[in-house]
């Protein structure tokens, strides 16, 4: 299956953002009926996904959301908002069955997917990105989409909306956790030398606990909104 998330940007800004996701409902007596134990297709999953440079890994367990975001280290750790490294993610044993990953190249992406189509685990997998780049990844693969779904714009009053480059950050979380005056607000601290761009890009992925939010991207689009419009 292909899928777009609602995600806004350029062309050559989307290129570069990719987002992967199992979602597996345990209760569902179908996927224990596949080959090897669910929790064991689910944990190869997940390490399939951390070998191909992820940006972005997360998996659920049963008290906690273990989550890897490129740039986040152990001090920036605050509240509820706790790091997780790749091989923390990957070697968990109570993986409830849902993982999202991240990447930022097309190359990753076929090869993650080749390799998931010679594991054949029985699980469904989404991958959201700018068509034509998705449908060549699938093709580099060997395998054809099942399903495509298609994002349609936003309706209404739009003129509401965040301007850009703000609505390109916080629309890069799925379920619309990222404030706009939070990206604002971080971005101005950027633009003032408060913080790097990857910093503030970590902060606002910290916000979307489903963990699709590409901090390399974002902090691109930081970069070139504060720092190079700043220069003379």
């Not at 044993?93 to 097309?106: F, L, Q, R, S």
């Not at 699938?138 to 994002?151: D, K």
């Not at 009053?157 to 990206?183: F, R």
């Amino acid at each position: 299956m292909t899928h777009t998330h609602h995600r806004r940007g350029s062309r050559e800004s989307l290129e570069k953002d990719f987002v992967v996701l199992a979602m597996i409902d345990p209760a569902v007596k179908a996927q224990h009926t596949y080959k090897e134990p669910l929790t064991e297709r689910v944990t190869r999953f997940l390490d399939i996904c951390g070998r191909h440079n992820p940006v972005a890994l997360a998996a659920r367990t049963p008290d906690r959301r273990l989550r890897y975001l490129k740039g986040w280290d152990a001090n920036m750790d605050g509240g509820i908002h706790r790091a997780a490294n790749v091989s923390e993610i990957t070697s968990c044993e109570d993986i409830e069955g849902i993982g999202h990953a991240v990447y930022t190249n097309k190359p990753d992406v076929a090869g993650l997917l080749e390799e998931l189509k010679d594991a054949d685990l029985g699980l469904s997998i989404v991958v959201s990105g700018v068509f034509e780049e998705v449908f060549d990844a699938c093709e580099r693969a060997g395998i054809e989409p099942h399903t495509v779904n298609m994002s349609l714009e936003t309706w209404g009053k739009t003129e509401l909306l965040p301007k850009s480059p703000v609505l390109e950050l916080c629309t890069m979380c799925g379920h619309a956790m990222i404030a706009p005056k939070l990206a604002e607000t971080l971005m101005d601290r950027v633009k003032r030398g408060g913080m790097t761009p990857e910093e503030a890009a970590v902060e606002l992925g910290k916000q979307c606990t489903c963990n699709i939010f590409n901090t390399v991207r974002a902090a691109e689009i930081i970069r070139s909104n504060t720092i190079e419009q700043a220069q003379p």
